[in-house]
């Protein structure tokens, strides 16, 4: 019993060939240069040496007849050496990484991972260990690295720690001022005002409810505090009280409707309202975020069907607060939507049922059984709202007019007023703006979730709403899926006319005109999307698996920074890709390249969840079964679960491309000439007033992001289909 | 033994050696607490114990499914405590089967035969071998979830078996299947574990099918052994009162032993026993106690309550204060009523001592 040889020998075979055969550093930015200075042998440096020496040490002890364990430990000293003093030999010099670097680490860590399985240091075989190192490695260096990066541009000059940078950024206007001197009114009082009401508010409560001095001295001093921080954010200006305010508007907007439309999903008596709000909830997926902004320019806007044409008003209100606020609610809903569908339809009937047999009317009802049990989806709905509106990037850019958002802020500092530390200050804000919402989210809801989930829906009738409100919230959904509809429409039509507000005729000038400038940058952003898509998909599912079946030191790591990766704002980490790979030992940037990373970490986590709720519904018994007729894991990985997983793949694949087609803020800072990206592209015909053809090029965008969901959704049903058939 | 030679060729049976063996999970949880055993080559041996006691976990540690936290898994004398579940010689048929869903019966059977990369040529032979063992050799093109219950439950053990493994495990794999099936499929295994020689140690609940199936049952509480022995020492002889409560039912009377007599409710018995003399706990089987006939050696028993049972009539009887229950089988006093006096005595087997409590 035992293996003969170790595996680690061709990994270790690999890395020496890598060594000797390829550079292992580079000159520049192009990977496929070759310059004979930098051999690892020509360089000569002690640590490159003592990689080639452990590239040799593992290779011999490989193939040493020893046992299994022990010859695993010697390999993890080999492995770990090797890997560690080639890393420290990038870090130190700065160089940046060359071929035979990428191949000698490829090389090592899969020696390292052969060994701690070897060893049974790590629980699992070989693919499995090498796996977790891999995955771990990677979400250090494409996940916390650059996020470190932003970090540490805020706080850190010329290699010193300060505080002065992070200061003069939140200090400056543009981030917050309160008393506008040019303007009629007193901000600062009027804040003060507002501090003074809602204390004496909360504070008046407090004593309405009987409750104790101390506690009522409490509430006046944090009802203050409220007022205050309302006040400012309604009367001052800067990019965080904007923020700030727009939040405050979408998200619990965002909630109201997307609870309203998750009960009439569950519970309206009309199927056609039930199935519009299918098409809803696909929206969002197709389209870039910014697209109903865009549109809502075609209808609100100074030349706007309805403000122009209609009521023959000419106003620039929609670009602001107003503006962005409706973009973000039109956007973000469909959201809260999805994530109440899942709460409202956990609600089980019987437990209402049983709550009306003990003897409790339908308020009480509502207030003791339905309300707990709602409670975490309104709360996890709203703070995504939260989340994603704080991190919107193009609606602001598009609708902001003369106010200025966080988000918008990173990017402008940056490229506008080249200002790495004041970028990366903006970044940090925001970062734990978005991180504290999503730890409280986290903290309320973690652990005792009581989401009933039982699996299959229970019998019992579900209670129907009472008509008034069912015709109420029908109403606004009416509302809302024309004025959806009427920007969609209004975005094809504005393809197709001359000149919109002005001249109405037809005309295939924008098309053409798509056709020169956009259809190459089109498809080179699909061939960008669909090459991030598989290993966003491949690693989502590797992560997934390793996360959900496996117990191993650094899982928490993993988890930590895929949900990291999802919580971070798009500008933000495309400023800290460029902090990270800008120059020093892993220069990527103007690369496709670096897109491609950036595209696969972002989509990541969405194909992990996917993943993961692929996984509970598959018994873990089968794949051990696997394990015991003595198929390694990475056999049980193709023959047990990619068979019974292909739809849920296929589809997370499918969603991976699409948004990374349709994905803006994370790439805009990435891009370079010669890697333009459709949405950037787009982004900045709006910006520039090259409506007709932004209409074009969106028309065309939805349009296939629409195909390419239903055909392939078709096409993974077939497969799966016929998976089972074959096998079966 | 030669029967399972043409049968499946290339099974040796080995030898399992835990030494020591210790399981925590997290901090506070210890599964598996300081486990020393050893299985033959060939044995059925039974892990018996209540939920949570950490029968399963063992056989997870055998496996390879689990990494012990101390100790040693030695088969035939190699230490594999930390070789990956792939490179030991072992494998197992699961409670739920798991059976592939989408491959049909030939599939799942030949599963282990095609990763291990043999030619299709074999993989046909020992798949056809394998269901012929277990008598489906008809339904091997047929879907798994088209099976019975009892079905599913040879496919599994066909291809658990058509690997040829050292040891088999079985984790509770009748707990899916109803009163009646269970009987027959176990004494299928049984049949088929004694045909084949193959060392196998299987994990149940159930003290029923412990005592039915072992050639020696390991008797688990919390972690520890409480006992190991033949499934008619464990009954006869248990060594603790939780092994007499777990197998079987028993009454626990105080007592007194002078090396040769057993003195209990007054009663004075001879017994053999290696015990120290003094105080002891008795343990009678209810099924130990019957009716004494006139001018029998006995003991005066009050009667409170009886149940008929058709076969047998369960009473309960007041015994100086102690409540003692009975099986005695016809119907027997159908007409006593409560605090009529009778007479009883004890059988010969089914009386064992125990420490006192």
Known sequence: MGLRFSGAWLPALIAIVGFLALPFGRPGRPFLTIDPNLYGWAIGHPLLWLVLASALAALVISLLKLPTSPRGDLLVVAGAVGLGAGVLWLLLTATPFGMGALVAATGMALVLGHALSESGRVQGDAFIATSILIVSLFVLLFIIYPLFMVLRSAFVIEGAFDLSQFRRTIGHPLFFFLENPRSAIDEVGLTLRWGVVVGLLSAGWALFRRQRLPVVLARLVLGGVLGLILGAMFYGRGALPTSLLTVAIVAPACTLLGLAFALLGQRSRFRPVRRSLDVISVLPIITPPFILAFAMIFLLGRRGIITHGVFDISSNWIYGIPGVALAQILAFTPIAYLLLRGSISSLNPALEEAAQTLGAGPWTTLKTITWPLVRPGLAAAFLLSMIESLADFGNPMILGGDRNFLATEVYLSLTGRYNAHEAASYGVVLLALVLLAFFVQRWWLGGGSFVTVTGKPSGGALAPIPRAIEVLLSAVLVVWTLFVASLYVSIVVGSFAQLWGVNYSLTTRHYRDFMTAGWPVFLYTARVAAISAVPAMLLGFLVAYLVSRHRFWGRRFVEFGSLLSFATPGTVMGVAYIFAFNTGPWLLTASATIIILALVFRNMPVAIRAAVAGLAQIDPSLEEASTMLRARSFTTLRRVLFPLLVNTLVTGLIFAFVSAMTAVSQVIFLVSPGNQLATVLLLGWVEQGQLGRAAAMGTILIVSMLLTILVVLALAQRISARVVRVES | ?357
């Open chain 2, 1 to 357: 033994m030669d029967n399972a030679s043409t049968v499946i060729r290339g099974i040796t049976p080995a030898t399992v050696d835990l030494r020591g063996l210790v399981k925590r999970f997290g901090k506070d949880v210890l599964a598996v607490d300081d486990v020393d055993l050893f299985i033959e080559r060939g044995e059925l041996l039974t892990l018996l114990g209540p939920s949570g006691c950490g029968k399963t976990t063992i056989l997870r540690l055998i496996a390879g499914l689990e990494r012990p936290t101390e100790g040693q898994i030695l088969i035939d004398d190699d230490d594999v405590s930390r070789l990956p579940a792939y490179l030991r010689d072992i494998t197992m048929v699961f409670q739920s089967y798991a059976l592939f869903p989408h491959m049909n019966v030939f599939e799942n059977v030949a599963y282990g035969v095609r990763v291990a990369g043999r030619p299709q040529e074999e993989i046909r032979e020992r798949v056809a071998e394998a269901l012929a063992m277990v008598g489906l050799e008809e339904y091997a093109q047929r879907s798994t979830s088209a099976l019975s219950g009892g079905q599913q439950q040879r496919v599994a053990l066909a291809r658990a078996l058509v690997i040829r493994p050292r040891v088999l495990l079985f984790d509770e794999p009748l707990s899916n299947l109803d009163a009646k099936l269970r009987k027959r499929v176990r004494e299928d295994i049984r049949e088929l574990q004694q045909r084949l020689g193959i060392t196998s140690v299987y994990v149940t609940h159930d003290q029923e099918e412990a005592l039915a199936i072992s050639d020696r049952v390991v008797v688990m509480n919390q972690g520890v052994i409480e006992q190991i022995g033949s499934p008619h020492e464990l009954y006869t002889r248990p060594a603790t009162r939780f092994v007499a409560d777990f197998i079987g039912s028993a009454n626990f009377l105080p007592g007194r032993y002078d090396g040769r007599v057993v003195d209990v409710l007054g009663y004075q018995r001879p017994h053999e026993q290696d015990l120290p003399s003094g105080p002891v706990t008795v343990m009678v089987r209810p099924e130990a106690i019957e009716f004494a006939r006139p001018g029998e050696e006995g003991f005066e028993a009050t009667y409170l309550s009886s149940a008929y049972l058709g076969p047998v009539t369960e009473f309960i009887f007041d015994v100086t204060g102690v409540e003692v229950f009975a099986t005695i089988s016809g119907s027997g006093m159908s007409r006593a009523e409560r605090g009529d006096s009778v007479r009883l005595r004890f059988k010969d087997v089914g009386v064992s001592l125990l420490p006192p409590d």
